[in-house]
């Protein structure tokens, strides 16, 4: 170990026991507050790694190759980081992060203030009016059950485009599969009213701001429990019943995120260089090799399938976005594009890796189910490759932070800090060290039954670790 070395280990092991917990911190300051996103990183741990680092060596260029709704990267503009790399394979992350870290000017956030919020005000009585003479014409004249997944629930778009072909009328909309599943009759009038406003305006930091304002409402204002990540639909009594105020919960929305934006730009002073793209962290093409001071970044857990679905979370939002960087069927696919999401089936492979610990426990996992270790071996495969290409995108001397929890399959804890030290040798890592916290508010689960059995129930993460890694 260097001096250098020596001195960070010495800062981060003699703080006291609690300090990573953050009891009282608030997760939702400053543009940090801007949408919701599934196991988001409490931002005072990546501010508080990267002052340590500051106060040793200059960081000229940080990274998170998860970036997830960008946590790290403001938390990077705020310490005065120059060059800021950011990449994550779900779209809404991309988008959500570009607008936490794009300052807007008193003139932008003016014109959405009036001109933008009066249009839709005048246009709001009418459109209103438009809406429920629709919702009339599915439940009153056609009979439809809006809470029924055939006719109504599958077949939106017909009846949409029905009603305005008889009245003579164009309505462009957003068409998608099970569009009426997810969304009543008069919430699709009113939410397409939103959208094809934003669409209309020119300037793109506005746009994509108001769009992700449009995002949480579209979630909001969906037949989805909104206390759930995962798409899980009303019980039908409670969709029937659904009349959400469509347009007051975007400009409730809008409103707290003009002030969080305002907050950010009082408190932002410096210009960093921003490089937010939508890339795989396996390969990493938008990142120059050798050019990273710091890593710090929280991988997904390896069950995006099942307990954080990133994809799922997104979905409706992505469907009603149509961004031009993706299709439908790519939104359909994100949760099998994310690490470990296509599963492996190459035994004689676990030792390849180089981490003793995953192989031990992948034996102990497919003795009790062969399928399943395969399926978490897919993760680590992922992962390893994610490593690799990180690495060669750090310059030498660089130090990487990662912040990771180790989950329990089949009853058999996975130590992916231990299984990522170990993993990182062979691409010139060395592991300095590894600190803990515990986690005191992460919307998640805190018991699952991993073994599917009926009240049979372990506890998941309650803790993180932070593993400390350098590029030799
Ligand atoms: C734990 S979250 C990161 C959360 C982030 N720290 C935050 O505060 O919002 C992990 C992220 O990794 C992303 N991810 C998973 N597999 C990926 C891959 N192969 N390439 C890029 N990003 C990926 C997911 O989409 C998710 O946003």
Same mark, same amino acid.
């Given at each position: 170990m260097t001096e250098l070395d020596l001195q960070l280990k010495n800062d981060f092991e003699n703080l006291p026991e609690d300090f990573w917990d953050f009891k009282k911190a608030t997760t939702r300051d400053l543009t940090h507050g801007l949408h919701y996103y599934p196991a988001t990183m409490v931002y005072p741990i990546s501010q508080n790694i990267l002052k340590i680092v500051q106060e040793h060596t200059e960081i000229n260029s940080l990274m @998170?190759? !998860?970036?997830? &709704?960008g946590t790290v990267i403001v938390e990077g503009m705020l310490g005065g980081i120059h060059e800021l790399y950011g990449t994550d394979l779900n779209p809404l992350a991309v988008l959500m992060s570009k607008v936490k870290t794009t300052k807007l000017s008193e003139q932008q956030i003016a014109y959405i203030q009036n001109d933008h919020k009066n249009l839709l005000i005048t246009l709001s009585e009418k459109i209103n009016k438009v809406a429920d003479e629709f919702d009339n014409y599915i439940q009153t004249d056609l009979k439809l059950d809006i809470t029924a997944k055939a006719e109504w629930g599958n077949s939106a778009d017909k009846y949409i485009k029905q009603y305005f072909e008889n009245k003579n009328k164009t309505f462009n909309f957003q068409s998608f599969t099970n569009l009426g599943f997810w969304f009543t009759p008069r919430v699709i009038i009113l939410l397409q009213t939103i959208k094809n406003a934003i669409k209309k305006i020119d300037d793109l930091c506005i746009k994509d701001f108001l769009l992700i304002a449009f995002s949480e409402t579209v979630r909001t204002v969906s +037949? %989805?429990? +909104? &206390?759930? !990540?995962?798409l899980f639909r009303m019980r039908p009594d409670k969709v029937a019943t659904f009349r959400p105020d469509v347009f007051e919960e975007y400009f409730k929305i809008l409103d707290r995120n003009i002030s969080k934006m305002q907050d950010f730009v009082s408190a932002c002073k410096s210009n960093s260089q921003l490089h937010i793209n939508f890339d795989d962290t396996r390969i990493l093409n938008t990142i120059p090799d050798d050019s990273i001071d710091l890593v710090i970044t929280s991988p997904p857990y390896g069950d995006s399938r099942t307990t954080v679905a990133y994809g799922q979370f997104s979905r409706l939002s992505l469907q009603w976005l @149509?961004? @031009?960087? %993706? %299709?439908q069927q790519d939104v359909i696919n994100i949760d099998k594009n994310l690490l470990g999401g296509k599963p492996y089936i190459h035994k004689e492979q676990w030792s390849f890796l180089g981490s003793n610990t995953l192989v031990d426990t992948l034996e102990r996992i497919s003795d009790k189910d062969p399928f399943r270790a395969d399926d978490v071996f897919s993760f680590y495969v992922d992962l390893d490759k994610c490593l690799y290409s990180i690495t060669k995108k750090m310059k030498t001397k660089s130090y990487q932070f990662w912040v990771v929890g180790n989950r329990t399959v089949k009853l058999e804890k996975l130590f992916t800090d231990k299984i990522i030290a170990e993993m990182a040798v062979k691409y010139g890592l060395t592991h300095l060290f590894s600190f803990g916290r515990n986690i005191l508010n992460k919307v998640m689960p805190s018991l699952n039954s991993p073994t599917n059995e009926k009240g049979l129930r372990v506890k998941t993460m309650t803790t993180e670790t932070v593993v400390v890694l350098k590029k030799e």
């Open positions: @998170d190759p !998860f970036m997830g &709704s +037949n %989805t429990r +909104n &206390s759930e !990540f995962k @149509d961004l @031009d960087y %993706t %299709t």
